[in-house]
């Protein structure tokens, strides 16, 4: 979960077909830790994310030439987040993340009609908070997924799976462009920055992108979203119309005290920002 394979390359085989430890003092001392500190799993997840090698970068060409499968641990191994780190980040990104810990199972947002024909029974979504509540409580049925998981490789639950297997696939920029749950995020995610910043765009989008990616725009990127954010300014100036209808995805509405064109427009520049791989992998 945290390096994107495992001391021991398959643990869905720890029997003699399977790999050995590639660092089995490592391993060894992880577990003395993990039980020595009473089962510390938050304790634990705190050391490996406080840890030299998890604060490497993965962009070193070097270390990619010498040692391809980085079994010396020479960079962090780029991975993507999974699909439900996927949601939970743009509703924590637009404020919407419900952080309630424990309850009954949710029904977010889904394509209608996707429960129907064989797989049998209807969905009814739920309303207000529920919405908005982290992907953990997500209902599903076991061999039906919710499908905007299964695009970024959530298993069926039919079987046990140890490790998922990791795609990129154009589907997925179509979930992240398109998917109510996540057009409805990025426009709340556009009416936070608006409040915050006010007529500063600079400062707008170089949060926006900070957030997203962990690091400041370079210029070159920054004058590209500045400059697809006063083309689309100027759509939604001209058709107030088509504005109102791109705010008006999903139950939460935006904030009608604030510019409605510049939230929309902002909007557009989020949803782009989300879909750079900076903002959907761990590097």
Same mark, same amino acid.
């Given at each position: 979960?945290?390096?994107?394979?495992? *001391? @021991?390359? &398959?643990?869905?085989?720890?029997?003699?077909?399977?790999?050995?430890?590639?660092?089995?003092?490592?391993?060894?001392?992880?577990?003395?830790?993990?039980?020595?500190?009473?089962?510390?799993?938050?304790?634990?997840?705190?050391?490996?994310?406080?840890?030299?090698?998890?604060?490497?970068?993965?962009?070193?060409?070097?270390?990619?030439?010498?040692?391809?499968?980085?079994?010396?641990?020479?960079?962090?191994?780029?991975?993507?987040?999974?699909?439900?780190?996927?949601?939970?980040?743009?509703?924590?990104?637009?404020?919407?993340?419900?952080?309630?810990?424990?309850?009954?199972?949710?029904?977010?947002?889904?394509?209608?009609?996707?429960?129907?024909?064989?797989?049998?029974?209807?969905?009814?979504?739920? /309303?207000?908070?529920?919405?908005?509540?982290?992907?953990?409580?997500?209902?599903?049925?076991?061999?039906?997924?919710?499908?905007?998981?299964?695009? +970024?490789?959530?298993?069926?639950?039919?079987?046990?799976?140890?490790?998922?297997? /990791?795609?990129?696939?154009?589907?997925?920029?179509?979930?992240?462009?398109?998917?109510?749950?996540?057009?409805?995020?990025?426009?709340?995610?556009?009416?936070?920055?608006?409040? &915050?910043?006010?007529?500063?765009?600079?400062?707008? +989008?170089?949060?926006?992108?900070?957030?997203?990616?962990?690091?400041?725009?370079?210029?070159?990127?920054?004058? *590209?979203?500045?400059?697809?954010?006063?083309?689309?300014?100027?759509?939604?100036?001209?058709?107030?119309?088509?504005?109102?209808?791109?705010?008006?995805?999903?139950?939460?509405?935006?904030?009608? &005290?604030?510019?409605?064109?510049?939230?929309?427009?902002?909007?557009? @520049?989020?949803? @782009?920002?989300?879909?750079?791989?900076?903002?959907?992998?761990?590097?």
């Amino acid at each position: 979960m945290i390096f994107g394979s495992g *001391i @021991v390359s &398959t643990p869905q085989d720890f029997g003699n077909q399977g790999h050995l430890p590639s660092h089995p003092e490592l391993l060894d001392w992880l577990a003395k830790y993990f039980v020595s500190h009473d089962w510390d799993l938050k304790r634990l997840l705190k050391t490996m994310l406080l840890s030299g090698f998890y604060r490497q970068s993965s962009l070193n060409e070097v270390a990619q030439a010498v040692d391809g499968e980085n079994v010396l641990l020479t960079r962090y191994p780029k991975n993507r987040l999974s699909a439900e780190m996927t949601r939970d980040q743009v509703l924590v990104h637009s404020g919407l993340l419900v952080d309630q810990i424990g309850g009954r199972s949710v029904k977010p947002y889904l394509p209608p009609g996707v429960w129907t024909g064989a797989s049998g029974g209807s969905y009814k979504r739920d /309303n207000g908070d529920k919405l908005y509540r982290r992907s953990l409580y997500t209902y599903w049925r076991r061999t039906f997924p919710p499908p905007n998981m299964m695009i +970024f490789d959530t298993p069926q639950r039919s079987v046990c799976t140890v490790q998922r297997r /990791n795609s990129l696939t154009p589907l997925q920029a179509l979930v992240l462009m398109n998917d109510k749950q996540y057009a409805k995020g990025y426009k709340i995610f556009a009416q936070r920055l608006v409040k &915050t910043y006010g007529d500063d765009i600079d400062a707008r +989008f170089v949060a926006c992108f900070r957030m997203a990616t962990s690091r400041m725009p370079e210029d070159a990127e920054l004058k *590209i979203l500045i400059n697809l954010y006063k083309q689309q300014l100027e759509i939604y100036k001209a058709d107030p119309d088509q504005t109102k209808q791109a705010l008006a995805v999903g139950d939460t509405q935006v904030d009608a &005290t604030v510019a409605m064109a510049q939230v929309a427009a902002s909007a557009a @520049v989020v949803g @782009v920002v989300m879909n750079i791989d900076e903002a959907i992998y761990k590097y």
